[in-house]
């Protein structure tokens, strides 16, 4: 193809991207890498509705613009569709490279589909790759994570997607590395192939640098900290302190682990982080079981660290998100409450929740697959995997595995391979009942891998569910998912939370929702209570009194009366028509649930509109 282009011509590179309401970090940077090579550089974001992808676009824009190589950024979930994709596009004579999570994790399925792939960092490969110095197949730098980012080129899916551009939140990614062991993570697995943990923290410099590139351009109200563990490093935070307000004086939003928020050094920590300007914090709470954040989640968190932590940040004025996983290998629906309980107890701003997706080759990928929960073929994990649970349960919840862990006398912090579920297996029995055996390992002084110590032994036996209560409780914690967010902030949650996920099929109905939900109501705070709420949400949606409110609001009303300013969100779903005939009660949770979010995030999370216009911005 190359033969046929007139000399004069830049070489053209095109990336393949997810679309996504937030925009695509990691190829901004790139595109940066490009723009310093004298490249050439288009994006296309691919859109999909479920599981159908749309590369029409894309295809059409390869004829019009003919680029010289394309490069498809792949995470997992949609690569089945991706590598249809780039066998087209080679098809069509242009060479492909693939980087991007899929690429790190699953290089010899994406080499299939490629004439490159780059595992993990990608800027130095890239360059290697265009400049023609890479042969054909599977790389990677080992000390890639070390290298310098360069100054992104935002323009280029700015200039395609304004509405990118438009967000007041833009995303910045200030370090890499992150040392902790989450079983549903792949973040140890990056440790490991890098040899073991680093963390590199992007020089205070050139995040100041690219900050003032966004707003001399682009609207930039909140800056969005993308990184795994933000502000890992003291002294690295003592200086963006110093500088970031003084210098660029944006406020932003980090994510980080509670356990930075531990100590003396924890305090000062947020105190640096709030003279910074830090208006919120995203953190992961994950289970509100211990049993489950140490044997399967491996996040040893004691419940004090949580509390306090989360109490440290909010009164500290910063807004806070806790994030958290149901339907989780060993949970049922009293676990999942009890996660639900414990973010009630934190009243945090948002409680985002999601459903395990039980990712292949990633420790709780192991443990659903040893227990025949899963097959953990990723090729699986389409759309729908995150909208209901795929996991065949256990009956019983923690009931028959919790003592057979115990007794092992296993700490809880031992190294993942040496950690009791990932070295058991169940055994199916004819039946609903599996034998459990466990192989106990050791670690081997000469080669540092673990091995086998001693013989495999039977330990107990666990139950699966059957067809029908299986599908209950995925029912129960899709349910439970869909109203998290609210729900944790309805005085005793837990029993609201019960009663509605007990609700027969019948009367799950937005209606009969609100009924129950009027009724637990009345008795935790009174009718006074509840009256002032309907006159407070009549009046946000300017309307006399509670009798003029809308019907679907009328039925249903402390859906919106417990988020700030809940009227203008129940306007929101009017506008939208989410209680239009075309939608059932699914379709209707659904989109009450996304639009609670994105009104919590404009009006509370990321405080938006709060702060004064940026000099730079038209
Ligand atoms: C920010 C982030 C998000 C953000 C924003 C995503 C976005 N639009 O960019 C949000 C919150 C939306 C998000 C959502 C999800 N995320 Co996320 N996310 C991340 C995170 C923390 C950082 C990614 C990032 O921007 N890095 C910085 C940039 C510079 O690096 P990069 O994108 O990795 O790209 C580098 C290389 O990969 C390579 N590269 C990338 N693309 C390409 C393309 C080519 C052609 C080449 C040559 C090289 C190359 O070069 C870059 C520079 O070194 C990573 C974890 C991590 N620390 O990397 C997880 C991660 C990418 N997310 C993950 C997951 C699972 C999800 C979700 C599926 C979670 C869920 N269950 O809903 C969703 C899916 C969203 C989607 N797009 O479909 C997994 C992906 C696992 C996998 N095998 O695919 C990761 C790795 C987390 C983890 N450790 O397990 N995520
Ligand atoms: S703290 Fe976050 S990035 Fe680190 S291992 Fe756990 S989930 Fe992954």
């Known amino acids: 193809m190359t033969g046929t282009l007139p000399l004069a011509r830049r070489k053209r590179f095109m990336f393949v991207a997810r679309y996504f309401s937030i925009e695509p970090l990691?190829?901004?940077?790139?595109?940066?890498?490009?723009?310093?090579?004298?490249?050439?550089?288009?994006?296309?974001?691919?859109?999909?509705?479920?599981?159908?992808?749309?590369?029409?676009?894309?295809?059409?824009?390869?004829?019009?613009?003919?680029?010289?190589?394309?490069?498809?950024?792949?995470?997992?979930?949609?690569?089945?569709?991706?590598?249809?994709?780039?066998?087209?596009?080679?098809?069509?004579?242009?060479?492909?490279?693939?980087?991007?999570?899929?690429?790190?994790?699953?290089?010899?399925?994406?080499?299939?589909?490629?004439?490159?792939?780059?595992?993990?960092?990608?800027?130095?490969?890239?360059?290697?790759?265009?400049?023609?110095?890479?042969?054909?197949?599977?790389?990677?730098?080992?000390?890639?994570?070390?290298e310098v980012f360069p100054l992104p080129d935002r323009s280029i899916i700015y200039d395609r997607y304004p509405e990118l551009a438009r967000s007041p939140i833009k995303s910045m990614f200030a370090s890499v590395g992150c040392p902790f062991t989450c079983t549903y993570c792949y973040a140890p697995t990056f440790n490991k192939m890098h040899g073991g943990f680093a963390f590199n923290n992007r020089p205070v410099d050139e995040l100041i640098k690219e900050a003032l590139a966004i707003k001399e351009k682009w609207p930039l109200e909140v800056v969005y900290w993308q990184d795994d563990i933000f502000g890992y490093k003291l002294d690295w935070v003592k200086e963006f302190a110093k500088r970031w307000k003084r210098e660029v004086g944006v406020k932003f939003h980090a994510q980080i682990r509670l356990e930075l928020t531990r100590h003396e050094v924890g305090n000062e920590r947020l105190d640096l982080f709030g003279e910074a300007g830090c208006t919120g914090i995203t953190l992961a709470i994950e289970s509100g079981s211990q049993f489950m954040r140490d044997r399967v989640l491996f996040r040893h968190m004691p419940e004090d660290l949580i509390l306090e932590g989360c109490d440290r940040i909010m009164s500290r004025g910063m807004s806070l998100r806790t994030e958290q996983i149901l339907a989780i290998p060993f949970s049922d629906l009293e676990t999942d409450l009890s996660t639900l309980d414990l973010n009630n107890r934190i009243n945090p701003t948002m409680a985002w929740c999601s459903l395990l997706a039980p990712y292949g080759g990633t420790d709780?990928?192991?443990?659903?697959?040893?227990?025949?929960?899963?097959?953990?073929?990723?090729?699986?994990?389409?759309?729908?995997?995150?909208?209901?649970s795929t996991l065949q349960h256990p009956a019983g919840g923690i009931r028959d595995i919790e003592p057979m862990v115990e007794k092992l006398g296993i700490n809880p912090s031992a190294p993942p391979a040496l950690q009791p579920l990932v070295n058991m297996q169940a055994v199916r029995n004819d039946g609903a009942m599996a034998d459990v055996f466990y192989q106990a390992k050791k670690k081997d002084k000469v080669t540092g891998t673990?091995?086998?110590?001693?013989?495999?032994?039977?330990?107990?036996?666990?139950?699966?569910?059957?067809?029908?209560?299986?599908?209950?409780?995925?029912?129960?914690?899709?349910?439970?998912?869909?109203?998290?967010?609210?729900?944790?902030?309805?005085?005793?949650?837990?029993?609201?939370?019960?009663?509605?996920?007990?609700?027969?099929?019948?009367?799950?109905?937005?209606?009969?929702?609100?009924?129950?939900?009027?009724?637990?109501?009345?008795?935790?705070?009174?009718?006074?209570?509840?009256?002032?709420?309907?006159?407070?949400?009549?009046?946000?949606?300017?309307?006399?009194?509670?009798?003029?409110?809308?019907?679907?609001?009328?039925?249903?009303?402390?859906?919106?009366?417990?988020?700030?300013?809940?009227?203008?969100?129940?306007?929101?779903?009017?506008?939208?028509?989410?209680?239009?005939?075309?939608?059932?009660?699914?379709?209707?949770?659904?989109?009450?649930?996304?639009?609670?979010?994105?009104?919590?995030?404009?009006?509370?999370?990321?405080?938006?509109?709060?702060?004064?216009?940026?000099?730079?911005?038209?």
């Open 26 to 146: 990691g190829i901004h940077y790139l595109a940066g890498t490009l723009r310093d090579m004298g490249w050439d550089c288009q994006v296309i974001l691919v859109n999909h509705k479920g599981d159908d992808y749309e590369f029409g676009p894309l295809y059409e824009a390869i004829q019009n613009w003919q680029p010289n190589i394309v490069g498809f950024q792949i995470w997992t979930g949609w690569h089945l569709q991706c590598f249809e994709a780039c066998d087209v596009v080679r098809g069509m004579g242009v060479p492909v490279v693939i980087g991007g999570p899929h690429a790190t994790y699953f290089y010899d399925d994406c080499i299939k589909h490629a004439d490159w792939v780059v595992k993990a960092s990608g800027f130095g490969l890239l360059r290697d790759t265009i400049e023609g110095r890479l042969p054909k197949g599977i790389h990677f730098d080992q000390g890639g994570r070390e």
């Open 450 to 618: 673990f091995v086998n110590d001693g013989e495999r032994q039977r330990v107990g036996t666990i139950e699966y569910l059957d067809e029908a209560d299986n599908d209950r409780y995925r029912e129960q914690s899709w349910r439970l998912q869909r109203m998290f967010n609210w729900l944790a902030k309805m005085p005793k949650a837990r029993e609201l939370g019960r009663t509605l996920a007990n609700l027969t099929h019948n009367e799950w109905q937005w209606e009969r929702i609100g009924q129950v939900t009027t009724e637990h109501l009345r008795k935790q705070v009174g009718g006074a209570e509840l009256d002032r709420r309907l006159h407070a949400l009549a009046h946000e949606m300017h309307l006399e009194s509670p009798e003029q409110l809308p019907e679907p609001i009328k039925q249903n009303p402390h859906t919106f009366t417990y988020f700030g300013d809940g009227g203008r969100l129940a306007q929101m779903a009017l506008d939208k028509d989410v209680f239009g005939p075309e939608n059932d009660v699914a379709d209707t949770l659904d989109q009450v649930s996304t639009l609670g979010r994105r009104h919590l995030f404009e009006k509370q999370l990321y405080k938006i509109g709060t702060s004064k216009p940026p000099i730079a911005t038209q």
């Open 364 to 388: 709780i990928g192991t443990i659903c697959r040893n227990f025949g929960f899963h097959t953990s073929n990723n090729d699986d994990l389409v759309e729908r995997s995150y909208e209901m």
